[in-house]
């Protein structure tokens, strides 16, 4: 079993990666080869100790340089849940994989676009997060996709491949997708509404009909990720040692609260994998 | 009034002043153009993001590289107190300078170097931390000093000039004391004695009869440095916004817990340097 399983490939994941391979600890870091948005798409980093005025492709390349060198590879997988069981924990991706650790730390950002009014309501009930999960559902359907990124597209492509129609809310730019079936939308909506199940979605303008909505984030919110999650005014709340209220599980960068920094985030994977570290030992004095 | 003063300029001192700086913020920074002596001598920093593998003087030259590059000068004076004066702080210096801020921060680092049993009890009594201040005192008098670091032999010599005999007790390498007063010692005490004053220097295998005995560290305690600090078990407490028990008063770095490491003083200095700008808008409305 692994030590510990990283959520999240920003500052704060990458930092606790770095630290955990300095200990000789086994881990798998999960999140996107590009690292992440936020920061590749930095113009200028300015406060960041060690590298002056740095851009965000500039700090990119030189952590993944650094992720080579430390022989640390990224599993590009989405995690779609973290479960707590008893002295381990199940990760579960949208892939289908499936992998446990000892430990784990969350380092799975904020989301900068807002929940919509209704999105939590009907998550389940015509809301899904998961386009490779429920797309098949659709099968000829009508369907709403809110998207921040432009790096989940192909995840709408694979949504074309079922819905015969796709109203793509899309909060990103350069927007790339030929498929006739899709019909781009600029604009937030207000609210999902429904019966039992969604079925319009309201702008301020007009309503759309639809049969489900997707809801595509670089980032999970972290309470659909790991249940019983310990949040307040959307952070996760953790102790000063980066624990959560789940025994075993720790939580670092923009998700445990501001300022929204690189610096914060990567201090705080590393005190996170320290705290994994002392985890670890006192679980092995128990055993 | 300055918004802030920062005392070190560790790796917590200098990602603090960065922050600041990028803030536009007023403020001073206390501490050696050298930067610290735990980053200068570390041979790899194997876990610090983006940049792999680096030594510790490499570390330190991007840094002081850095630092000219914002602008932002080190003060290298040494701080003897902090003083909270209702809305302000007043720091004093060895030197003898006095500057107010409406906020400070703590960077002060934690000493690696253990109190020796007597320190404290006979501090202004006949135990100094300041040879500025009090080696006139001593003039033709017995003395032992414990100096942690070859940076601080210039006080040494400055003992010199005033006392007869010096007991130097090196905590360092490569001592470069050719006084003739200076005697080399190469062994911790194992405690101070005396009655009303120190008069003792108690070794494993002798004692040595002194009038005063001078400690120089690199970093002053805590609770030496600011009155009424809270400190548990040698780090000062804060919250995870980095704010001590003292309003305006934040600390960062290795002095306010484990783990010692660079990412997280750089990461704790941010979010401090963010809750200074938080504090002092908060202290601007209510004005």
């Known amino acids: 079993m692994l030590d510990c399983i990283i959520i999240g490939s920003g500052a704060a994941g990458v930092s606790a990666a770095l630290t955990l391979r300095a200990n000789g600890k086994s881990f798998m870091l999960f999140g996107s080869a590009a690292l992440s948005e936020k920061i590749s798409k930095a113009e200028r980093i300015r406060n960041y100790m060690g590298l002056p005025n740095i851009s965000g492709e500039d700090f990119c390349k030189a952590v993944q340089a650094q992720l080579v060198e430390a022989e640390i590879t990224i599993t590009q997988e989405k995690v779609s849940g973290v479960y707590a069981l008893g002295d381990k924990f199940g990760v579960a991706t949208q892939e289908g994989g499936y992998y446990e650790s000892a430990s784990v730390i969350l380092g799975c950002g904020v989301e900068s676009v807002k929940q919509i009014e209704g999105e939590t309501e009907f998550v389940g009930r015509g809301v899904s997060y998961c386009a490779t999960c429920d797309g098949f559902l659709y099968k000829g359907k009508t369907i709403a ?24 809310i899309a909060m990103y730019k ?114």
Do not use: W
């Open 145 to 168: 996709v809110l998207c921040t990124s432009k790096r989940l597209e192909h995840e709408i492509g694979h949504l074309c491949s079922f819905a015969d129609k796709v109203y793509l």
């Open 174 to 287: 350069d927007v790339e997708m030929g498929d006739e079936k899709v019909e781009i939308i600029r604009k937030m909506p207000l609210k999902l509404e429904g019966e039992k199940r969604v079925d319009k979605v309201v702008f301020a303008d007009k309503t759309l009909p639809v049969d489900g909505v997707f809801v595509l984030r670089e980032s999970v919110a972290p309470t659909v990720l790991v249940g019983g999650l310990r949040v307040e005014n959307g952070h996760i709340v953790t102790t000063r040692n980066m624990q959560t209220n789940i025994e075993g599980c720790f939580a670092a960068g923009d998700c445990t609260g501001r300022p929204y920094q690189y610096a914060k985030a990567a201090g705080e994977g590393n005190i996170a994998a320290h705290a994994v570290c002392a985890y670890l030992s006192e679980q092995k004095k128990k055993a």
